[in-house]
């Protein structure tokens, strides 16, 4: 009788394992309420797999881009303004993965802890989503490429903030094409091609084969490099641009001379090559803020000289991502730290309180980046014109990057020195052709209008 | 509950602000509902104010006649069960009154039941009949019931459909109870396994997994009051468990729902839906929820029975889904004290395995449908919606009242001064 009695005490173990499942309960949804209350499936937020009540998504003028009424989701008026800002706002189906409406579902429905949805069930609002966006930047920014293709982004290099981002080939929400799973042209449309695309880079690859040179060879500036329009290697030719004769090393730069970069970089070794190249970012997986970032690759031969040597003119496997290479220009303007481009300017309930953080990406050597913004000054002043840009200072690599069975790519990636125009640009149009001649006003136009419009 | 820190002295005006308070929950609960209709359901007001009348008069009754020991039990089984109350009036009125009835019902079983077990004669004498009634009910259910969801646990009776292993719960525990009460001789243990046996293997052949699993657990809890011999209990759990494998592995419809286990994600809208429709809508509440009536969970498939505490957690909020988790763990803790001080063996394993019962069967519930324990589809007791549960979760609460402090009703030729057998130095009656 007393010990079946004493035995009682058993039923403290089944008091300790609720209160044990509490904690767990509770922790879990600390950790993942937000998820869980943002799934698809729930009819309070979505129907039928698409958002219908969620908060605003604006730009950073106050443009509304998108804002739910009467258990609808409607965009901004305006075609062109619509698939500018199409990457950056998402479909409200979530298939657009780095789209505002996906990414940031959890601030749209103004979920959090204490009041779960609340604010969204009563008002129907949630909490809205600033974006950093100027929309009439993406607008003449999407203007601009005309019927090509590719992304062009411009970023503060003090602030880290993008104020346009746009990405080809969009659609508009507001009347979705029927063959938008089907018709070639839209191949890849669901992918924002600033944060998810990988790029051929083409000779703006040579900013970091230099920047491995100035860390790696003391006498670089002294040296001179000959080129007859083509290095032969081992086993192998570069072929270069042109008949560039007896240069410097800033004459190379300038000239884009594929002899020149490479010998720098057969001398140089795929190993000290690799090593700068993951120093700045390549091969690791990185995030813009939220935004998981596709990796850039480069991954030069070990093997073959003459794979190297392309490699080290941006040609062969390298493969990079524009916002991270936007980050690396970002750490050249900004005397060796790039930030990493952040969209938002402000979002959940708590958003206007707390000032966003600013996250370095990329760590340059403050002399090497100093070094390569003169040659980069230089390759404006010398090579390209200040006058095609007017007003601008701009310091800029541009590249043409060589796809088998493709018309070349046109790319260009810059910045403006002077310090009221704190912004970097990089900016890829597809089968634009031999030369940067494209890639180069589009990024023009669109930096014209913000040294017109806003005092930085 | 134990809201009150008055001195022992005082116990009414404990048990008045306990009602005041429970009744004031129950009072805002009937506005949240009647808010939200488009057209006041006079019923539903009927519904919530003959619920607090009827706590109110179990109370002057409880105190008069009964005893107020461990009223706190009580009180807390009526805050449980008005919150389903609630819940099935967001339902609709004629839930509502289904629902009262059902709890009238219950405590009427558990008045009964306090009445026929405060003798040991008559706990002695029933033993019998109770175990072959309840193995007769279960058969005649296997019979004549139709499958509904995989399981063939319900019994129609005309209008009347009852689930009748929610009803054996209540006298498998008097029987295993009563028959360890002494170990005169193994003929009471082998008889007692025999039962526990014939019960679990009737519940596999009905393919009530969840409910056979609790008959499982209490078995084990019983034994292990009466041996407390570990290495039998190691025995039978290893027994146990290659039948459960077995049981998996011939049962593709148990295996499929232990598929979903820790992958609901993954399985969203299949294996996975009911867990994830609680977890998405629990969230969704907050820590206040979202408001009576409110939900979107309430539109999923078993809301107001399996799911409820989903149903709570949404549309009242987390912070009330731990506070129906923390009043069971109260009753775990009434039921050791109960234990401890109980008159005789038998009464302590009965109130510990009742509440050891409910707990168990809590945990399956809640946790299941959170994804923390895979789901097996049982109910929440005194919240779920629907009679046999209610009355067996009473039913169970007797037990529990029972060894603390058995019914005494005062004999009428006693002088009214006499002190009542009370073990915190009762009063007066």
């Known amino acids: 009788m007393r010990k079946t009695i004493k035995r009682a005490s058993v039923v403290y173990v089944f008091i300790l394992m609720i209160l044990a499942g509490v904690g767990i309960l509770i922790s879990q949804f600390v950790t993942k309420g937000s998820s869980w209350a943002t799934n698809k499936a729930n009819a309070h937020i979505y129907s039928s797999g698409t958002v219908v009540n969620a908060g605003r998504i604006l730009d950073r003028n106050g443009v509304v881009l998108a804002e739910s009424k009467n258990d609808k989701r409607v965009f901004a008026s305006g075609e062109v303004l619509r698939k500018s800002v199409l990457h950056l706002v998402g479909d409200t189906s979530g298939f657009i993965s780095t789209g505002a409406h996906n990414l940031y579902r959890s601030q749209l429905s103004g979920y959090n802890l204490i009041d779960g949805i609340y604010r969204l069930k009563t008002s129907g609002k949630g909490s809205d989503v600033v974006l950093n966006i100027d929309s009439e930047a993406n607008r003449i920014a999407y203007n601009a490429f005309g019927n090509y293709k590719g992304t062009i982004i411009v970023c503060n290099y003090k602030t880290a903030e993008v104020l346009c981002s746009i990405s080809k080939p969009a659609y508009d929400v507001n009347n ?93 070794g795929a190993n000290k090559l690799r090593a700068t190249a993951e120093a700045m970012g390549f091969n690791k997986k990185l995030k813009a803020k ?146 940067s001649g494209v890639a180069s006003s589009v990024s023009n136009t669109v930096l014209q209008y913000f040294a017109n419009n806003y005092d930085f | ?162 689930q009748p292993s929610e009803l054996v719960k209540v006298v498998f525990i008097f029987v295993g109870a009563v028959s360890l009460e002494r170990l005169l001789s193994k003929k009471y243990l082998y008889l007692f396994i025999g039962y526990s046996l014939s019960c679990v293997g009737l519940l596999f052949l009905m393919r009530d997994f969840g409910t056979a699993l609790i008959f499982f657990f209490t078995f084990i809890i019983i034994a292990y009051m009466r041996s ?40 969203m809208d299949t294996n996975g839906y009911q867990q994830t429709r609680v977890l998405m809508y629990s969230a969704s509440g907050g820590l206040f929820g979202l408001g009576v009536g409110e939900g979107k969970l309430r539109n999923v498939f078993a809301a107001s029975t399996d799911l409820i505490f989903g149903m709570i957690c949404e549309e009242m909020g987390l912070a009330t889904g731990i506070a129906v988790l923390i009043a069971f763990a109260c009753i775990g803790i009434f039921a050791i004290k109960a234990a401890k001080g109980s008159a005789s063996s038998f009464y302590a394993i009965a109130a510990v395995a009742s509440a050891s019962l409910l707990i168990f069967q809590l945990s399956l519930n809640v946790f299941g449908v959170t994804d923390l324990l895979p789901l097996t589809g049982v109910t929440l007791p005194f919240i779920s919606r629907g009679g046999s ?27 009214v001064s006499r002190k009542t057998r009370s073990r915190n130095g009762g009063v007066a009656v």
């Open chain 1, 290 to 435: 939220e935004i998981p970032l596709t990796m850039s690759r480069f991954n030069p031969s070990t093997i073959s000289n003459a794979e190297l040597g392309w490699a080290g003119i941006g040609q062969s496997t390298t493969l990079i991502n524009p916002s991270h290479f936007l980050s690396i220009i970002m750490a050249i303007a900004n005397g060796g730290k790039g930030y990493a481009p952040d969209r938002i300017l402000t979002m959940g309930t708590y958003g206007r309180l707390v000032p966003r953080k600013i996250d370095v990406m990329v760590n340059m050597n403050p002399e090497t980046a100093s070094a390569l913004k003169s040659m980069m000054r230089s390759n404006v002043v010398d090579k390209y014109g200040d006058y095609k840009y007017p007003g601008l200072e701009l310091c800029a690599k541009t590249g043409t990057a060589e796809i088998d069975g493709k018309t070349s790519t046109s790319v260009f990636a810059g910045f403006s020195q002077r310090s009221d125009l704190p912004l970097a640009v990089i900016c890829f149009v597809e089968e634009a052709g031999w030369g």
């Open chain 2, 228 to 267: 407390g011999d570990v290495r039998t209990l190691f025995l039978i759990c290893a027994g146990a468990l290659m039948g459960a494998i077995l049981i998996i592995y011939f049962k593709p419809y148990v295996a499929n729902r232990f598929a979903a286990y820790r992958h609901v994600w993954e399985n």
């Open chain 1, 176 to 268: 979705v094409p029927r063959d938008l799973q089907t018709n070639p042209n839209y191949e890849g449309v669901f992918l924002d091609k600033a944060v998810s695309g990988q790029y051929t880079p083409g000779s703006i690859m040579k900013l970091i084969t230099a920047a491995c040179a100035i860390e790696n060879m003391p006498d670089v500036y002294d040296r001179t490099f000959t080129c007859d329009g083509e290095y032969k290697t081992t086993d192998g030719t570069v072929i270069c641009n042109g008949v560039h004769g007896e240069i410097t090393f800033g004459q190379a730069l300038n000239q884009s001379c594929n002899c020149a970069f490479a010998q720098l970089t057969v001398e140089l």
């Open chain 2, 1 to 162: 509950m134990c809201l009150s820190t008055k001195t022992k002295q005082q116990p009414e005006f404990r048990q008045v602000t306990v009602m005041v308070l429970i009744s004031i929950f129950q009072f805002l609960s009937m506005l949240a509902v009647i808010s939200k209709q488009e057209e006041t359901s006079m019923n539903t007001v009927y519904v919530f104010l003959g619920y607090i009348v009827l706590e109110w008069i179990y109370m002057m009754f409880n105190v008069i006649i009964t005893g107020k020991d461990y009223f706190e039990l009580e009180a807390i089984a009526f805050f449980l069960s008005g919150i389903g109350l609630m819940v099935c009036a967001t339902i609709g009125e004629s839930y509502a009154i289904k629902q009262l009835i059902c709890i009238c019902l219950g405590l009427l079983t558990y008045l009964v039941l306090l009445l026929l077990i405060k003798d040991m004669r008559v706990v002695n004498a029933l033993k019998y009949p109770a175990a072959i009634g309840s193995l007769l009910l279960l058969v005649v259910n296997l019979a004549l019931a139709k499958v509904t969801n995989g399981a063939r646990n319900w019994l129609e009776l005309g209008p009347v459909s009852i």
């Open chain 2, 389 to 415: 549960s209610i009355i067996c979760s009473w039913g169970l609460l007797a037990y529990i009242r029972a060894a603390g402090a058995p019914f005494k009703l005062p004999a009428p030729d006693i002088a």
